[in-house]
Nanobody, 123 residues
Framework: QVQLVESGGGSVQAGGSLRLSCASS?????MGWFRQAPGKELEGVAA????????YYGDSVKGRFIISRDNNKNTLYLQMNSLKPEDAAMYYC???????????????????WGQGTQVTVSS
């Protein structure tokens, strides 16, 4: 298990951009982002393999968000563009050393979790 710390959350206007970062205490084969808004279920946002060549995205963020990682820094990123009010949520970083994860980005595939960083979007 690794320790994860998210940063970069904040308030942004609709249509704007924000970049989240997740610092990990060590290397893991897969990393991902999840989010949860009040009254809604935890939602898989994106996941990325160690090499960066395999990425999965939730349908609601495809074409707008980009997941990336810097393995030398043990850091995960989420570039969020064209933000919408419905993107407002607590965003969580997650990681696993498993060899594969579901393309549907399931929380149960990930064993390490950060504390979350809040993102708000105003119209």
């Amino acid at each position: 298990q690794v320790q994860l710390v998210e940063s970069g959350g904040g308030s942004v206007q609709a249509g704007g951009s924000l970049r989240l970062s997740c610092a990990s205490s060590g290397y893991t084969r897969w990393m991902g982002w999840f989010r949860q808004a009040p009254g809604k279920e935890l939602e898989g946002v994106a996941a990325i393999h160690s090499g960066g060549s395999i990425t999965y995205y939730g349908d609601s963020v495809k074409g707008r968000f980009i997941i990336s990682r810097d393995n030398n820094k043990n850091t995960l990123y989420l570039q969020m563009n064209s933000l919408k009010p419905e993107d407002a949520a607590m965003y969580y970083c997650a990681a696993t050393s498993a060899g594969s994860v579901a393309a549907s980005i399931r929380p149960t595939d990930f064993g390490s979790w950060g504390q979350g960083t809040q993102v708000t979007v105003s119209s």
